[in-house]
T-cell receptor, first 113, second 113 residues
Framework: DQQVKQNSPSLSVQEGRISILNCDYTNSMFDYFLWYKKYPAEGPTFLISISSIKDKNEDGRFTVFLNKSAKHLSLHIVPSQPGDSAVYFCAASEGGGADGLTFGKGTHLIIQP | ETGVTQTPRHLVMGMTNKKSLKCEQHLGHNAMYWYKQSAKKPLELMFVYSLEERVENNSVPSRFSPECPNSSHLFLHLHTLQPEDSALYLC????????????FGPGTRLLVL
């Protein structure tokens, strides 16, 4: 049973607009969440993270929102750029509990010119 | 060299072969991880090492054997693999265990014939 779910396998957004990637989780013990970006033939690259004590974290064009009651997080990219085209993975961990990260299946973001 | 490196980048092996994957991190981290990414599946955690001690083994078959000789190097020894073991194998490291951002290598694309 998947504990981290990304229900959209792909998303197409026009350049300059906002991209919103969504992620849901089921394990209430998760307290640290991350977004990774992956290009073909490369390993995932860390983008941004958020601790469960916060509901928003912003870094440049990237903002992550966490809704603990809904067990939902989202990544907003604004404005979207062609170089943002990649697969985005949501990941979660239990601080002080299990090691390693639990990943979603990823969402392929395509930025249209 | 910076970050996390992995060799080889691509590997083709027969089911009776023995091979090893190598990972090296240049970040001064104390924890290292092996993940497996199969087609259309999320990344799956295989092994966790903290300060050179294996702390987690996620029910991985014994045909995969990890080794961590020091905090900078991690190996994954492979023997008598099956075709379904074909996947992308990713190494990652983090400063410490638990709730830490992990940094990934580029991966080794393995094909078992």
């Amino acid at each position: 049973d998947q504990q981290v779910k990304q229900n959209s396998p792909s998303l197409s957004v026009q350049e300059g607009r906002i991209s919103i990637l969504n992620c849901d989780y089921t394990n209430s013990m998760f307290d640290y969440f991350l977004w990774y970006k992956k290009y073909p033939a490369e390993g995932p690259t860390f983008l941004i993270s958020i601790s469960s004590i916060k509901d928003k974290n912003e870094d440049g064009r990237f903002t992550v929102f966490l809704n603990k009651s809904a067990k939902h997080l989202s990544l907003h990219i604004v404005p979207s750029q062609p170089g943002d085209s990649a697969v985005y993975f949501c990941a979660a961990s239990e601080g002080g509990g299990a090691d390693g990260l639990t990943f979603g299946k990823g969402t392929h973001l395509i930025i249209q010119p | 060299e910076t970050g996390v490196t992995q060799t080889p980048r691509h590997l083709v092996m027969g089911m009776t072969n023995k091979k090893s994957l190598k990972c090296e991190q240049h970040l001064g981290h104390n924890a290292m991880y092996w993940y497996k990414q199969s087609a259309k599946k999320p990344l799956e955690l295989m092994f966790v090492y903290s300060l050179e001690e294996r702390v987690e083994n996620n029910s991985v078959p014994s045909r995969f054997s990890p080794e961590c000789p020091n905090s900078s190097h991690l190996f994954l020894h492979l023997h008598t693999l099956q075709p379904e073991d074909s996947a992308l194998y990713l190494c990652a490291s983090s400063q410490e265990r638990w709730g830490q951002t992990q940094y990934f290598g580029p991966g080794t694309r393995l094909l078992v014939l």
